[in-house]
């Protein structure tokens, strides 16, 4: 069974500032995708930032940036220039490369962006 | 541009009732997930439907159940409520064709067991 990880259940940055979000993942699979969901207090589940694992190169996405260490089954968000927008909730999520397969989520870290 | 409904956005159950909760994917998208969301909690995989058939499922309850109809449309059907059914029901789609694993999450059924 697959597994997500986020040992940080917490974590607080002021605006413009760099944060990274951590998030480590189990899989005997080969062929998988990551992903970052942020949910603001609206509970709306918004989709950050995508990885297929068969790519070496990390995702990109405006601010927002992964490093993607397949051997090591991590799998880290990075936020550039933090904005007051950003306040959420983050999950890291698990999905194996067969259609219509779970979306497996991480517990969760909420970001707080404070001006 | 068209996104994925959920109905109702709102319920209010009390105990041993059933419920249906309803989930109109995005057009094209053949594929639909259900998710159950706790207070602070992260969302927990019930149960997916592709081109119609369970195509996975999760820690759905034996008291749930589900299915996807012809025009992709899907319902979950929750019976003999409990208190600790409260919570947000999300649904999400995902597109015939690639990318096949980006999943489009509607606002939510959010649920309440009195």
């Known amino acids: 069974a697959q597994t997500v990880t986020q040992s940080q259940p917490e974590m607080s940055v002021q605006e413009a500032e760099t944060v990274t979000l951590s998030c480590t993942y189990d899989?005997?699979?080969?062929?998988?995708?990551l992903f970052w969901y942020k949910q603001p207090p609206s509970r709306q589940m918004i989709l950050v930032i995508r990885?297929?694992?068969?790519?070496?190169q990390n995702a990109t996405e405006n601010r927002f940036s992964v490093n993607f260490q397949k051997a090591a089954k991590s799998f880290s968000l990075k936020i550039s220039d933090s904005q007051l927008g950003d306040t959420a909730m983050y999950f890291c999520?698990?999905?194996?490369?067969?259609?219509?397969?779970?979306?497996?989520f991480g517990k969760g870290t909420t970001l707080s962006v404070s001006s | 541009a068209a996104g994925v409904i959920q109905s109702p956005r709102h319920l209010i159950k009390e105990k041993r009732e059933t419920a249906t909760l309803k989930c109109y994917p995005i057009?094209?998208?053949?594929?639909v997930y259900w998710y159950q969301q706790g207070p602070g909690q992260d969302p927990q995989f019930l149960i997916s439907?592709?081109?119609?058939?369970?195509?996975d499922k999760g820690s759905i309850p034996d008291r749930f159940s589900a299915q996807q109809f012809s025009d992709y449309h899907s319902e979950l059907n929750m019976s003999s409520l409990e208190l600790g059914d409260s919570a947000l029901y999300f649904c999400?789609?995902?597109?015939?064709?690639?990318?096949?694993?980006?999943?489009?999450f509607g606002s939510g059924t959010q649920l309440s067991v009195l």
């Open positions: 899989t005997s699979e080969n062929n998988y995708y």
């Open positions: 999400a789609s995902s597109p015939y064709g690639s990318p096949r694993e980006k999943l489009f």
């Open positions: 439907f592709y081109e119609k058939m369970q195509s």
């Open positions: 057009p094209r998208h053949d594929t």
């Open positions: 999520a698990f999905m194996r490369g067969q259609a219509g397969t779970a979306l497996i």
């Open positions: 990885q297929e694992a068969y790519k070496q």
